[in-house]
């Protein structure tokens, strides 16, 4: 009830022009967040947040990339690797992934929801997967589970942004 509650109050961020990445994501952010980009992925920086590559235990991180070796937003294989990806750091799986449609026009696409628990700490991987001109793309975003949440507009914007042009 409480996220319900939380989502239902956030506004979708207005977004910048499309941004292109060397290897063909396209993608667009919202006007006050920040990006690094990396030769196959994109990291995306809200206000206020400092990845350090070199801890585990980073409060949260959103990346973009190609989800390689998946057949579509519906692949079986996805609730494996989120699992695989995630459980070999060290955390505990406290819900299995949960998947929704997330789709646009032409752009079929779902989420994936995981719940964790990492030293006394609630966590959240939350992965959106748009099939958009033969690839399929991946906005992860992982962290404590408040941070994540109060994100949720944002992502959802960001991932209807998703293209490909290579």
Do not use: C
Not at 65 to 85: C, M, N, S, T, Y
Not at 109 to 115: E, L, P, Q, R, V
């Amino acid at each position: 009830m409480v996220l319900a509650a939380t989502l239902a109050a956030q506004k979708p961020p207005k977004l910048e022009k499309p941004r292109k990445h060397g290897i063909g994501i396209v993608y667009a952010i919202p006007k006050d967040w920040k990006v690094e980009e990396g030769a196959e992925a994109v990291m995306l920086l809200p206000p206020g947040v400092v990845v350090d590559a070199e801890k585990e235990d980073n409060p949260e991180v959103i990346v973009v990339e190609i989800a390689e070796g998946l057949e579509g937003p519906e692949d079986a294989g996805i609730v494996d690797e989120l699992k695989a990806r995630w459980g070999s750091v060290g955390v505990e799986i406290a819900r299995e992934p949960l998947k929704e449609v997330f789709s646009r026009p032409g752009r079929p696409g779902a989420i994936y929801t995981m719940d964790l628990r990492k030293g006394g700490k609630n966590m959240r991987v939350r992965a959106f997967y748009v099939a958009v001109k033969g690839k399929l793309l991946a906005l992860t975003a992982s962290g404590e589970t408040a941070r994540v949440t109060a994100r949720e507009a944002a992502l959802r914007a960001v991932a209807g942004s998703l293209d490909f042009a290579p």
